[in-house]
């Protein structure tokens, strides 16, 4: 059984900081490509982050861009997501997801996922 547990969520002020960790099992983690989604209330599920199998190659949403950073450790099983810099509108519910199918960049296609977790919610105050 594949299961993704999101961890490090919370309630913080605008311009504070925090790290979101995905601790995955039930798969060999290496041959996935993880990406981070969130859903804010009344939204759409949007992509945030991806990386590849090795870590090597990352892609970001324009939003986040220069203020997040997707990291792997695939001794650890576990996919993070630092988050700096954060505004009232990164306020979302936010979830890791593994891709299975071997790519040339990382995904961000939600259709392209195959397991995801939870969620996790993270909440920016003004």
């Known amino acids: 059984q594949v299961l993704l547990v999101e961890s490090g969520g919370g309630l913080v002020q605008a311009g504070g900081s925090l790290r979101l960790s995905c601790a995955a099992s039930?798969?060999?983690?290496?041959?996935?490509?993880m990406g981070w989604f969130r859903q804010a209330p009344g939204e759409e599920r949007e992509f945030v982050a991806a990386?590849?199998?090795?870590?090597?190659?990352?892609y970001y949403s324009d939003s986040v861009k220069g203020r997040f950073t997707i990291s792997r450790d695939n001794a650890k099983n576990t996919v993070d997501l630092q988050m700096n810099n954060l505004k009232p509108e990164d306020t979302a519910v936010y979830y890791c997801a593994a891709d299975w199918t071997p790519r040339a960049l990382p995904s961000r296609v939600e259709g392209n996922y195959d397991y995801w977790g939870q969620g996790t919610q993270v909440t920016v105050s003004s």
């Open positions: 990386i590849d199998r090795s870590g090597g190659g990352t």
């Open positions: 039930g798969l060999t983690f290496s041959s996935y490509g």
